[in-house]
C-alpha cells in the first residue's frame, strides 16, 4: 500500500513561489502517474497537472506557465514549483497516485491520497 506525504506549504505573498513536494513510500514509484489538486474553502477539488511515468506533463489552464510540475524516481517524490501565485491559487494541496483513467482530471479517477497542505496566497 503506497503512503503520500506532502510538504512546503505556507503564507505567501502574491507574486511568490512556494515550492510543495509529494513523498511516496511503500511501492516502485516510478511505474506510476502522479497528479496534483487542489481544493479552496467551499470549493470542489479541482486538478492542477500531472506527470506520467515516461515524464509527460499536463496542467490545468489556470496555471499553465506558471506552475511545473516534476518528479525525482531516485527521492521517490513529485514536485509541484508554483510561481506568480495569485490569491484565488490559495487551497489545501493535495498529492494523487493510482490513477485508473481515461481522464486524469477527474479525482474520482485516482485512488490514493496524500492528506494535503496548506497554500494560502495574501493580497
Known amino acids: 500500500q503506497v503512503q503520500l506525504v506532502e510538504s512546503g506549504g505556507g503564507l505567501v505573498q502574491a507574486g511568490g513561489s512556494l515550492r510543495l513536494s509529494c513523498a511516496a513510500s511503500g511501492r516502485t514509484f516510478s511505474s506510476y502517474a502522479m497528479g496534483w489538486f487542489r481544493q479552496a474553502p467551499g470549493k470542489e477539488r479541482e486538478f492542477v497537472a500531472t506527470?506520467?511515468?515516461?515524464?509527460?506533463?499536463y496542467y490545468a489552464d489556470s496555471v499553465k506557465g506558471r506552475f511545473t510540475i516534476s518528479r525525482d524516481n531516485a527521492k521517490n517524490t513529485v514536485y509541484l514549483q508554483m510561481n506568480s501565485l495569485k490569491p484565488e491559487d490559495t487551497a489545501v494541496y493535495y498529492c494523487a497516485t493510482d490513477y485508473i483513467g481515461p481522464d486524469y482530471t477527474i479525482v474520482g479517477n485516482w485512488n490514493t491520497w496524500g492528506q494535503g497542505t496548506q497554500v494560502t496566497v495574501s493580497s
Open positions: 506527470i506520467r511515468r515516461n515524464f509527460m506533463t
